[in-house]
């Protein structure tokens, strides 16, 4: 399970959460890119085990400027 906070200066903050499951990472990757701005930050908690698979998950996201800080719950 992960659990995610989408940061935006411009708008307030944006919570999910969800199983790792190709739906629920996509339903997060889709609201990241529909909010994408310079400054944006993405919070997202769960298992270090887990973390490659959400870094393939996000990394055009990153490549587009989105700060992704992954952290341990």
């Given at each position: 399970?992960?659990?995610?906070?989408?940061?935006?200066?411009?708008?307030?903050?944006?919570?999910?959460s969800?199983?790792?499951t190709?739906?629920?990472?996509?339903?997060?990757?889709?609201?990241?890119?529909?909010?994408?701005?310079?400054?944006?930050?993405?919070?997202?908690?769960?298992?270090?085990?887990?973390?490659?698979?959400?870094?393939?998950?996000?990394?055009?996201?990153?490549?587009?400027?989105v700060?992704?800080?992954?952290?341990?719950?």
């Amino acid at each position: 399970m992960f659990h995610a906070t989408i940061r935006d200066d411009d708008q307030p903050p944006l919570c999910l959460s969800g199983e790792l499951t190709p739906y629920d990472l996509e339903v997060l990757r889709e609201h990241v890119l529909a909010r994408v701005r310079n400054g944006m930050r993405v919070q997202v908690r769960l298992a270090s085990a887990r973390r490659p698979l959400l870094e393939r998950v996000l990394r055009d996201i990153v490549r587009r400027g989105v700060a992704v800080e992954l952290v341990e719950p």
